[in-house]
Nanobody
């Protein structure tokens, strides 16, 4: 079992950049593919990005493609989501998640979830 704790969220202006971090503990981090999801008020939780166990494969959702970079440091048990050119529609609670299966965009393929970090982008 793995515990996940996100950090790095906050209030930013449109056009700003932000880097989210997710620290893992409790299990061997490199056993898991890692993903980021987000949930805006009144909306379903949606996929943002995912990275394979050793960082060799990545998957991005279309709304963030070209503006986001997911990476991981297995020595630090941490996955990151760097976002640039933030837009008000990026406002959401961002969650990291761990999967033993793949870098899927499907929520159901992820076994463990963090509590989330709020990102608010003002116009």
């Amino acid at each position: 079992q793995v515990q996940l704790v996100e950090s790095g969220g906050g209030l930013v202006q449109a056009g700003d950049s932000l880097r989210l971090s997710c620290a893992a503990s409790g299990s061997t981090f490199s056993l898991y593919h890692m993903g980021w999801f987000r949930q805006a008020p009144g909306k379903e939780r949606e996929f943002v990005a995912a990275v394979s166990r050793f960082g060799t494969s990545k998957n991005y959702a279309d709304p963030v493609k070209g503006r986001s970079t997911i990476s991981r440091d297995n020595a630090k048990n941490t996955v990151y989501l760097q976002m640039i050119s933030l837009k008000p529609e990026d406002t959401a609670v961002y969650y990291c998640a761990a999967s033993v299966y793949s870098i899927s965009a499907e929520r159901t393929r992820y076994d463990y979830w963090g509590q989330g970090t709020q990102v608010t982008v003002s116009s």
